[in-house]
């Protein structure tokens, strides 16, 4: 397949999809709706929405609708204020993932500036919830900065939501260093990113660390190269990379169509940069099953040797 770059134009047919329908959407769609949840799945119509569903996967947006900070290449609703936070909100994640039978769960947030602790307390309590109800669940936070330029506050609140015991940390740069002002609201920070991620790390040393890039904003090979090794400096194990497509004409253009090709020549990069699993493509998302496979494999195994050593312990006390 050509490498060739491709400009702005139609849709390539890599990326024409039909949208998820069936039964098995649509009986998941209704136990969501029962319990007045979301998904991100839905909000952002996700090509690959039916696929980890049936595989036992999905990835649930808390503390409302309303994010307070204005990237612009979301289409969440802004505010300088978010909706109230709605305190049964962690008991019914944690029923819907019983009821839909999932394996692994996303647990995604708007950002919450207008909260004293970011929301993180909110996040903590929701990875509790599910934990309660079944152990075995494997929970991705993938939370927001926490205003990371506050050292001090920035690691209260990444303490606290690693106080409910996710399995996975996980905080998207989202671009290249030169596009973050362009691309992202002007309180993030592209260091300040890397940064909660290493926090993330040195407080949990065993944790899984994730972060994913859009692709397609006007980034260039040596930028994208630049970016995974700062995400390795910074001690990130797991990466995506996926097409940037663009929401409303008021959002950001999509400056090129990236081919599966070169997201095959980048995944091999990566994974020679060191990083634990890699999941490149055009309608790759940072929620995305096939880097969960892979991460529930890790975890399950690092689960198993860990009791084998307890009963070892045992055994010989």
Sequence with gaps: MSTQRITPGPKPAW????????????????????????????????????????????????LGDTCTRGCR??????????????????????????????????????????????????????????????????????????????????EAQIEAVLAGQPDVYAHN???????????????????????TLRTAKRLRPEIVTKSSLMLGLGESEREVDQAMDDLREFGVDVVTFGQYLRPTLKHLPVKEHVTPARFQALEQRALKKGFLYVAAGPLVRSSY????????????????????RARKENESA
């Excluded at 609201?185 to 300040?192: A, E, L, M, T, V």
């Excluded at 991460?295 to 195994?301: D, E, H, K, N, V």
């Design 173 to 195: 740069i989202e671009t290249v260093l030169r596009l973050t002002p362009r691309v992202r609201d002007h309180r993030c920070s592209y260091i300040g990113s890397l940064q």
């Design 15 to 62: 990326l024409k999809v039909p949208i998820p329908a069936g039964p098995t959407v649509a009986g998941l769609e209704k136990v969501l709706r029962d319990r007045n949840l979301h998904t991100v799945c839905e909000e952002a119509r996700c090509p690959n929405m039916g696929e980890c569903w049936a595989s036992g996967t999905a990835t649930f947006m808390v």
């Design 289 to 308: 099953k096939a880097a969960e496979y892979y991460i529930a494999g890790m975890l399950r195994q690092r689960r198993a040797i860990d009791a084998a």
């Design 73 to 154: 290449f979301c289409a969440v609703k802004t505010h300088s204020q978010g909706t109230p936070v709605d305190l049964d909100e962690p008991e019914q994640v944690a029923e819907a993932c019983v009821a839909m039978g999932l394996k692994y769960v996303v647990l995604t947030m708007v950002d919450r500036d207008d909260l004293p602790d970011g929301g993180a307390g909110h996040v903590a309590a929701t990875v509790q919830a599910i934990k309660r109800r079944n152990p075995e669940l494997l929970v991705e936070a993938l939370v927001g900065d926490f205003l990371a330029g506050d050292p001090k506050t920035t």
